[in-house]
């Protein structure tokens, strides 16, 4: 069975939740995202530690036209983030 | 490290408050912030291309002499601390002649630890050689060394040019321009040099590494111009010049110039007629890059940076171009950038509606309507949702720039009464030339003159914006100038406010707490319409941001029924009719502000 990925925030990411977006910084190297919309609700699922799949099937639920578009797009949210810094990405044991 | 040339914001931007929290919060953690250095404004110290290594002020208010960072404008500053006083303190990059703006010093995020240049970690509290020290500082002597110099080569340019209407000139590099002028004008040509306002006449300008100089001439024979122009170039590239321009150099007809003064900035005024000369990239013809900066608009306000069209650009096209590209000029790349995401089929924007097409088609412009429909091609491929909420954001976004687009027809009844000045402009510029028209030259021409401190210096018009929402600076100069003229208590606070768009400049007057918020497209329209529709309007309700949005669009939406039937935009606006209008606005405007101070 494939193991599925953990996320984790690194100590080198900084966030703030504004209410209406997020703010992502990385200390290491200055960069700075703004999450609105779905990717703040992902960001705090995430937080949450909601298993990825939880996640998608969430959004799912509200967007069903687009419900087989969504895994994907938030597996490559995800990955957005893990390649910038922001998220760290393990696996479970 | 920033390059822009608009004053710092006397408020910081909630994301970059936000940020600042967050930087601070870490630091103080321990986790020192790491950064990439982008500009040389702190030569020799640090240059671009270095890495700095930034830490926490651990509770110790930084002294002047140390190297501070800190966020504004959705940047960060690595800068010299100069001056502290009690709230706010003084700034300075190295090889800048002026001090940057004040700034708060809650904005300071931490000092400089390390720097790492060609992997060579140079740790300066573990060495000699801090920040502080005289060796890493340029000293105060060269400092006023250069700038007497450059004093003295003013005078010896303007001595040696000789013609009547030169009053201010720039450095040394543009001496060998000067002197290539005679014999390829006209005899009895006249010609001016200006220079819009920079750190090299003294100014306050936090960033700004280069100078743009505007070559106004009088009416000459035909050709005459563009042989210039071509004399110019040739000089540059075959190294005539003693040294190359850094910035741009643009020529024009003092009856354009007129149009200038009269309705705005340079980049409003794309005629064949307005040579535009770079320095390491040329262009003929600032009309070309007038097409491309409306089209490239919508790209740069969806990715909101230069950072943002690099990464793009990277995914979109090979690697070891890239690495030519990043070494070009920004405005360049930016087209590039642009032209790329445009063209490739693996563009994946999605969502873009055929109405829009139609908007851009009804402008009259071909190249705006094809890269409109190449852009709807990529966008379709685009799946949705988007987990950024990219779709929504450029559909808001392409929404502002197409209305940005046709609000530029508003400037179309001034430029039709000349036939050779082109149509497409900026609703700033409008609003300007309004502000232009109510008050007597020499009214604003003095004021400008004591706020630049420079007899005959013009602050000409920054490059384009990077945003649709960054246009209100279009209008900061002259418009903070004059407002400032009307009401000298507020002048200061008007020069230095980044948010310069007359409304809102008005709007941050009574809520300066949001004077961010009216940083954006569409207040000035928003905010004196609403004055004039609304003679019983509640603050409160007519400075709600998003109010201010829909009363945009309500504004525009009659006027985009008119413009489908004409695309000609012909007698669409009266201004004639229009300006007693607006002066009653204004004057409302003034009254809500005494009531405001009052209460």
Known sequence: MKPSPVFSIPLSTGWEDTGSEIVLVSMKNGGVSILTDVAARIWRALVAEKPLAQISSDLALEFPESAAAITADVEEFVNDLVREGFLSCGVAA | ?599
């Open chain 2, 1 to 599: 490290m920033n390059q822009d040339s608009t004053p710092l914001p006397l408020e910081q931007h909630s994301i970059d408050a936000a940020v600042t929290r967050i930087i601070r919060a870490k630091l103080g953690a321990g986790i020192p912030l790491t950064l990439p250095i982008v500009s040389n404004s702190m030569a020799p110290l640090l240059v671009r291309g270095d890495t700095i290594e930034v830490v926490s002020l651990e509770s110790h208010t930084p002294a002047p002499g140390e190297v501070v960072i800190f966020r504004a404008r959705g940047k960060f500053f690595v800068h010299r601390l100069i001056r502290m006083e009690t709230d706010t303190c003084l700034t300075r990059g190295d090889t800048r002649a002026a001090p940057d703006y004040p700034i708060p010093t809650v904005w300071i995020v931490g000092t400089l630890r390390a720097r790492i240049r060609n992997g060579e970690r140079l740790d300066f509290r573990a060495t000699l050689l801090s920040p502080e020290s005289p060796r890493i500082q340029q000293r105060e002597w060269i400092r006023r060394l250069r700038l007497r110099s450059f004093h003295l080569l003013t005078d010896t340019v303007v001595r040696a040019c000789n013609a009547p209407l030169i009053r201010s000139c720039a450095l040394q590099r543009y001496r060998s321009i000067v002197a290539l002028l005679p014999g390829r004008l006209d005899n009895d040509a006249r010609y001016s040099l200006y220079i819009k306002g920079s750190v090299a006449l003294g100014e306050i300008e936090p960033g700004v590494s280069d100078i743009d100089p505007l070559l106004v001439h009088s009416d000459v024979e035909p050709g005459r111009v563009p042989r210039l122009h071509r004399d110019l170039s040739a000089a540059l590239s075959s190294g005539i010049l003693h040294r190359r321009l850094i910035g741009g150099m643009f020529i024009c007809s003092e009856r354009f110039f007129r149009f200038y003064l009269s309705y705005g900035g340079i980049r409003a005024l794309g005629s064949r007629e307005w040579m535009h000369l770079a320095g390491p990239e040329r262009r003929t013809g600032a009309h070309r890059v007038q097409e491309a900066g409306l089209l490239h608009s919508l790209f740069r306000e969806f990715f909101g940076s230069y950072a943002g069209a690099y990464k793009e650009l990277c995914s979109f096209v090979a690697k070891p171009r890239i690495s030519v590209w990043l070494r070009l000029e920004r405005r360049l790349l930016d087209v590039v950038a642009f032209a790329a995401c445009l063209s490739n089929p693996a563009s994946a924007w999605s969502d873009y509606t055929a109405s829009r097409i139609e908007k851009f088609n009804a402008f009259g412009n071909e190249r705006l309507s094809s890269a409109a429909v190449s852009l709807q091609a990529n966008l379709r491929q685009r799946r949705t949702p988007s987990p950024q909420g990219a779709v929504s954001s450029f559909v808001a976004t392409s929404t502002a720039a197409i209305e940005a687009v046709l609000e530029s027809s508003f400037c179309r009844p001034f430029f039709e009464a000349s036939p050779q000045v082109p149509q497409n402009g900026w609703s700033h510029l409008w609003a300007e030339s309004f502000l232009l028209r109510a008050l007597p030259q020499e009214s604003w021409q003095a004021e400008l003159e004591k706020h630049f401190e420079t007899p005959g210096c013009m602050w000409l018009s920054p490059p384009l914006p990077k945003r649709l929402s960054d246009c209100a600076p279009f209008i900061r100069p002259l418009g903070a100038a004059l407002l400032g003229a009307q009401f000298p208590e507020h002048r200061l606070d008007l020069i230095r406010c980044e948010c310069a768009d007359y409304g809102a400049l008005f709007a941050a007057s009574f809520r300066p707490s949001l004077s961010s918020q009216f940083v954006r497209f569409g207040a000035y329209f928003a905010l004196l319409e609403s004055v004039l529709l609304e003679p019983n309007v509640d603050p409160e309700k007519l400075f709600d941001s998003s109010r201010i949005d829909q009363k945009l669009r309500e504004v525009l939406s009659p006027n985009l029924e008119r413009l489908k039937e004409n695309k000609n935009f012909g007698g669409w606006v009266e201004i004639e009719k229009l300006a007693p209008l607006f002066l009653q606005a204004q004057e409302r405007c003034i009254l809500l502000l005494q009531t405001a101070e009052q209460a």
